[in-house]
């Protein structure tokens, strides 16, 4: 059973910065992706970051120059640096880790249970 818990949410005002983390544990198993989504009320839930096991990262539009995604696979560790933060930018966030496991043909995703971010204005 793996389990994705991520930490480091919560309320900043605008400008601040905030780090998320998500920890992968409960198996053994190797990772390929790590990355975050958002949704806010009543809007559709959008990629935000995603940062493979080489290394290769892609945002959204609306983040890019703003926020960093890195991660440590040797500690099964992913990060969202989240610098100039816009009241736009309140959501839940989640984190979602991409393994692959020995003796089981494919990835799969597992997801986190989200943390909250608020950006006053």
């Known amino acids: 059973q793996v389990q994705v818990v991520e930490s480091g949410g919560g309320l900043v005002q605008a400008g601040g910065s905030l780090r998320l983390s998500c920890a992968a544990s409960?198996?053994?198993?190797?990772?390929?992706?790590i990355g975050w989504y958002r949704q806010a009320p009543g809007k559709q839930r959008e990629l935000v970051a995603g940062i493979s096991s080489g290394g290769s990262t892609n945002y959204a539009d609306s983040v890019k120059g703003r926020f960093t995604v890195s991660s440590d696979i040797a500690k099964n560790m992913g990060y969202l640096q989240m610098n100039s933060l816009k009241p736009e930018d309140t959501a839940v966030y989640s984190c979602?880790?991409?393994?692959?496991?020995?003796?089981?043909?494919?990835?799969?995703?597992?997801w986190g249970q989200g943390t909250q971010v608020t950006v006053s204005s």
């Open positions: 409960g198996s053994t198993f190797s990772i390929n992706a």
């Open positions: 979602y880790v991409d393994l692959t496991f020995a003796l089981i043909i494919g990835i799969t995703r597992h």
